[in-house]
Each structure stands twice: as C-alpha cells, then as structure tokens.
C-alpha cells in the first residue's frame, strides 16, 4: 500500500454525521492575478487551462481518478463530478494541511469555507476549479466532509519538474 494511502487509512475513525457546506463554489469575480502562491501552487483561471480533469466522487468515498500527473507550471480546470447522494467536496493542498483541515472540520462541522482550491460539490452537481501548479512534488486532494478523508477519501497529484 502506498504511503500517502496508508496515513489516511490509520486514521480512521467513525464516520460522523454528513453536514455539507451548501455554499456554492465562487470562482467567479476572482482576481487571479492576486491569486497567492501556496505551497502546492496558485488559483488560476480555468478558461486558461488548457487541460481538464474530471474527478468524480461516490459514496463509497472515492475519487476516479485517484492519482493524476501534471507537469510544472500547467494549468489545470478540475472539474468535480458528485456522483453520489451525499455532499462531497474536493479540496487540494499538502497531505499535512488536509489532515489538520479535516481535524478542524471534524470539531466545527458547520464550519464553512470556500477558497480557490476547493470545490464543494451538491449530489448530482459539478463544479470547476483552476489550478496552476507552480512546484513540483507530491500533494493531494481530498474531502474533508467529517469522516470522508478518513474513510480513504483522498487522491494524489504529482507535479513534475
Ligand atoms: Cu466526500
């Protein structure tokens, strides 16, 4: 088993109640040209990627695909896809800041939030995300609905040079 697979499989712990943040994504209005650079890349405007990936995400907390390779400095316009019938969201960062986020998430479950690298995505809806990865290295996107990260519900992208 792969390592970034392994560390969210430890952790599991009960699925706790399913509280979606209904907020839709915003997306629209944002200045990309202030986006701020993160360590695992910047907000970009999708209708400059010249790729996109559709993830899609069940209930049976997964996301298809679960791991995606990009090159440095490519754009990509993520498309999630909620196949399921429960609220899921894709957010992307560093395996250390989704864990610490999903913790968060899992004392304040009514918290929300809604930041460029993130998607909260209603049953049956979709949603887009542009995202510039600026670094090369291994980081990852996940679902931080209480309980979902834990259940395995986690891909990886790597950046290359
Ligand atoms: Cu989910």
Known sequence: ????????????????????????????????????????????????????????????????????TVKR????????????????????GTMDELEKHAELMKKHPEMEHDEPHMAHVAPGKQGVMGWEFTRAGEFFYGCLIPGHLDAGMIGKVTVTP
């Open 1 to 68: 088993m792969k390592h970034w697979l392994a560390a969210a499989v430890i952790l599991a712990a009960p699925a706790s109640s399913v509280l979606g943040h209904e907020k839709p994504h915003a997306g629209k209005g944002v200045d990309y040209s202030k986006a701020e650079e993160t360590p695992f890349g910047r907000a970009a405007d999708p209708r400059k990627a010249k790729r996109t990936v559709r993830v899609e995400m069940t209930d049976q907390m997964r996301f298809h695909p679960t791991e995606i």
């Open 73 to 92: 400095g490519e754009i990509v316009r993520f498309v999630p896809v909620n196949k399921g019938q429960v609220m899921h969201e894709m957010v992307l």
